[in-house]
């Protein structure tokens, strides 16, 4: 698989996946929250919803995070999360079910948006057939990690 058919294969799994397990660093250790993501912007930066909680002081001390969805195939994405106060971004992703789930007003300063550039990413395309998924596991578990690997299930890239 090329380049650009890897990229919009990874895309097209973000697509599919509207939840993201997101990884932060926690006094030296990982922690991992469920988040929904509002959009995939034109660079390829994933924005999600947020409030100041424990999760944003983590992210200003080690922006580093890792994001895991798994809805349809499993993506794998690490990169630097950033702190956005951008009132009309934020305005533009608000919503009832946001504002439901968040429980707070579009006009509480507590509100951010987190943007994460990402910076390398790993998929594996399960959703092709029964007979992927289980080729898919079966290179997971494998003592031999070289020469069994299929390039169409599983795919890393480096993103910037």
Known sequence: MNQKESYDKLFE???KNDIAMMTT??????????MSYQDVD???????MSTRTEKTEEIEKDNRVNLSFAKKGYVSIAGNAFIINDNEKIKQYWNKGIEAFLKIKLEDPNVVLIKVVPKSAEYWATDESVKTVIEGIKSLVSN???SNKD????ESLDLK
């Not at 660093?25 to 469920?34: A, F, G, M, T």
């Not at 034109?42 to 999600?48: L, T």
């Open 144 to 146: 031999d990690k070289g």
């Open 151 to 154: 390039s169409s299930i599983n």
């Open 42 to 48: 034109d660079s390829g930066d994933i924005w999600f």
């Open 25 to 34: 660093i926690q006094d030296n250790k990982l922690v991992s929250r469920p």
């Open 13 to 15: 799994l973000l697509e």
